[in-house]
């Protein structure tokens, strides 16, 4: 296999250890700690099971025996596909204890986006629920395991296994399980937003990730005493640590699950459990602050709501006190490192109208010009980010690392932002070309992609289009080969192709042709920022 690595300078990495940021510890040894300190103190709800810090270790433990009575080694790499349900987060742990590396995936992904997380990873196993939302996850393993033979096992909780092997019977002894990595190892892959073609891997560090984990609990106010509902998500970088609930279990806090962020599944379980934080992307606190003055779920528990993963306007954001009751938390930020946030104390103005500053005193951060050169605080320009949890390459991918990192480490992020007095940051929008729905990154190279494999399709070109719900929908506009399909059709047609529903196009436009350049050449960059601007033009004309 090929090695998973994130490396830093030995320099660097050095004086990030002597500053503490980073303690030497892993995600099994701070569970172990807890389990000792907090053994009774409930680590995992779902509103019906309530597990305590010892069992949830207890669980674990026995989840990791089990990956390695089934064949699994330490180092192996496993596809990790879960709903928001309590077993979550044994299998997680589990696999951290056995040594083995796990990759999140979503559980919106499909067999597309499945198969290249494994044959990139060279993942060996495979995690799964029965089903969620009406899918079947056995159909998708058994797919999966024709397109990447080298996946050697699937296994499934909280369901029926059918061929495939049901993880709670393979619980093993803890005797069998191996020491703890080095901190520097990597502890875990996150997948990235993809701004060109199927997402990029992120090799995250036990020293990096965890330091992003708790630095972020004493910026939110994250306590042992703490509630926090995982609303999205819980793969989500977002809930796992901002401070999502990695943060939360590594301050000894209680974590919530709930089955849906809609108001009808998280309202009930925030009034029933007491929930005092919990973080969301804006289209649903949009739909929050509607839904909540006509229900009589009591809300009075919540104390931060974390707004992120796609700008909030200043006109919502000024809603969130004086409908939910709560104080506002802006968060910036990205699988790959750099985190922003607005501090609780800070300034209405700052908090309703910034996306918040580093983490860390050690976050370097540079806002440049199309050349690479600085440019003054209140002037927007790319954004550049290093430090002490900030990657430095993707993994298996030399081409995305030599587009995304310069050559003094600093990871190129794709956003375009104003530095603010105070090192506040301002978000202006993306310099790639994907679109931004509902906190969701979509590829536009990967869904043109799929569109020109239709008989009917010439070409195709998708754009971002503003949405004051989603923040931004998707339009694909298309040059019909022939006869024009139907756009009902050609939406189920991109359904059969495997992909996340919310990949599918939100609009089609059919045009009947692309502007050209003299030469012939056409710049997708320059089509899909003037397509665009047509249709803005026109929209706001009529």
């Known amino acids: 296999m090929i090695p998973l690595r994130q490396t830093w300078p030995e320099d660097v990495a050095r004086r990030y250890r002597e500053k503490g940021y980073w303690r030497g510890e892993t995600f099994s040894s701070f569970l172990r700690q807890r389990a000792a300190e907090r053994p009774q103190a409930i680590a995992i709800t779902d509103g019906a099971r309530h597990w305590s810090y010892a069992e949830l270790l207890s669980r674990a433990e026995a989840a990791a025996a089990g990956y390695l009575r089934a064949g699994l080694r330490p180092g192996d790499r496993v596809v990790v596909q879960l709903p928001n349900i309590a077993e979550f987060f044994p299998a997680v742990f589990g696999l951290f204890r056995a040594g083995m590396i796990p990759l999140y995936a979503l559980p919106a992904h499909r067999i597309t986006e499945i198969a290249h997380f494994a044959r990139r990873s060279e993942a060996a196993g495979y995690i799964i629920a029965e089903r969620h939302d009406g899918f079947d996850y056995r159909a998708q393993a058994r797919a999966l395991r024709t397109e990447v033979p080298a996946l050697r096992h699937v296994f499934v909780v909280n369901g029926e296994a059918a061929e495939f092997t049901p993880l709670e019977v393979e619980a093993g002894t803890p005797i069998m399980l191996p020491p703890d990595p080095p901190s520097s190892d990597v502890a875990f892959i996150q997948i990235s937003g993809g701004s060109t073609g199927l997402s990029k891997l992120i090799p995250r560090s036990h020293d990096d990730y965890l330091y992003s984990c708790w630095a972020s609990n004493a910026i939110c106010g994250v306590t042992e005493k703490s509630v926090f509902l995982v609303a999205l998500p819980a793969a989500h970088n977002f809930p796992m640590s901002s401070p999502g609930h990695i943060g939360a279990l590594y301050a000894g806090a209680r974590v919530v699950l709930s089955p849906s962020p809609a108001p009808d599944s998280a309202f009930p379980l925030i009034a029933r459990e007491r929930v005092t934080i919990t973080g969301l992307v804006p289209p649903l606190a949009l739909l929050w602050m509607q839904a909540a003055p006509t ?11 974390l707004v992120g993963g796609a700008k909030f306007t200043p006109e919502v954001a000024r809603r969130v006190r004086p409908t939910l009751g709560c104080t506002l938390q802006q968060v910036f930020g990205m699988a790959e490192g750099l985190v922003n946030y607005t501090r609780l104390d800070d300034p209405d103005e700052i908090i309703t109208g910034t996306q918040g500053r580093p983490i860390s005193a050690d976050d370097e951060v540079l806002v440049v010009d199309d050349l690479g050169n600085p440019v ?15 990657i430095r390459a993707y993994h298996n991918d030399e081409a995305a690392n030599a587009r995304s990192f310069t050559a003094d480490g600093f990871y190129r992020t794709g956003d375009i932002v104003r530095r603010l007095p105070g090192g506040y940051l301002e978000v202006h929008g993306r310099a790639g070309d994907h679109i931004n729905r509902a906190g969701e990154k979509i590829s536009a190279e990967e869904i043109e992609d799929h569109l020109l494999a239709h008989p009917q399709v010439f070409d195709a070109a998708i754009v971002s289009i503003p949405d004051e719900v989603l923040g931004e929908r998707s339009c694909a506009f298309i040059i019909p080969n022939g006869e024009k399909p139907r756009s009902p059709a050609l939406k189920a047609w991109m359904r059969t192709r495997g992909i996340a529903e ?16 003299a030469a012939g050449k056409v710049s997708r960059k320059e089509l899909r920022a003037r397509l665009r601007a047509d249709f803005l033009a026109k929209d706001n004309a009529s």
């Open 295 to 305: 229900r009589s779920d009591d809300l009075s528990s919540l104390e931060v709501l």
């Open 376 to 390: 003054p605080d209140g002037e927007s320009g790319y954004l550049l980010a290093r430090g002490p949890y900030t």
């Open 502 to 517: 919310f990949k599918v196009p939100d609009q089609i436009v059919f045009v009947p042709e692309f502007a050209t350049t």
